[in-house]
């Protein structure tokens, strides 16, 4: 048995295996000796520390919601321009790659939520964290006079995390479009949005 000090590493250790496997095998039928392929500890200590493995699921999906979120929230925290701080949080909203965990379990998680309800909740949740981002920059901006807004923060919000999650959707299924078209086509968009010049010349 795990010493009590190493609960939370180990812990966290199968959560991120958890994670590659899902990626690797998907997320229906998912195994304890599946998740110890990625891990230093064998099936007894996954089943150890989660006799259901729907815990560890859980788990994994609270994480990848937590971290994509904080990661969007810190990567524009630098800015003080709401024209560049808009262009920070459209980019952290795309994948950087094909290989992107994070990304990868969350879509997989996502359709899983059509059945569970914990999951519908978390990705629920996400969705109303992601809005915030944008209604907190869009409102900064037209506040400052810097955007000049042609719909409410909110909505603009809703069809900005809408476009991203589209075009993130497709990205990930192998669509022919490279992250940079991605991040000019969205910033296209939020220009009609905000009435304000955000592609590069």
Known sequence: MARPKNQKARREQLVHAA??????????????????????????????YYPDLGDLVREVHEDAVSRFYWNRKQSS???????????????SGIPTSRD???????????????????????????YRLEVSLYVDVLSEGAEAGEFT?????????????AMEDAYGLHFMGGTPLEVDEIFRLILANAEVLTGCRLLES
Request: aromatic letters at 6%; charged letters at 25%.
């Open 19 to 48: 994670k590659q496997a899902i990626v690797e095998r998907g997320l229906n039928g998912l195994r304890a000796i599946d998740v110890a392929a990625y891990s230093e500890l064998g099936a007894g200590s996954v089943a150890y």
């Open 77 to 91: 925290v630098d800015d003080d321009q709401p024209r560049l701080k808009l262009r920070r949080t459209i980019r």
């Open 100 to 126: 992107d965990i994070d990304f990868q379990v969350l879509n997989e998680l996502h359709t899983h939520a059509y059945r569970d309800t914990f999951h519908a909740e978390l990705m629920a949740e996400l």
């Open 149 to 161: 807004m042609t719909l409410s923060a909110e909505t603009a919000a809703s069809n900005l995390v």
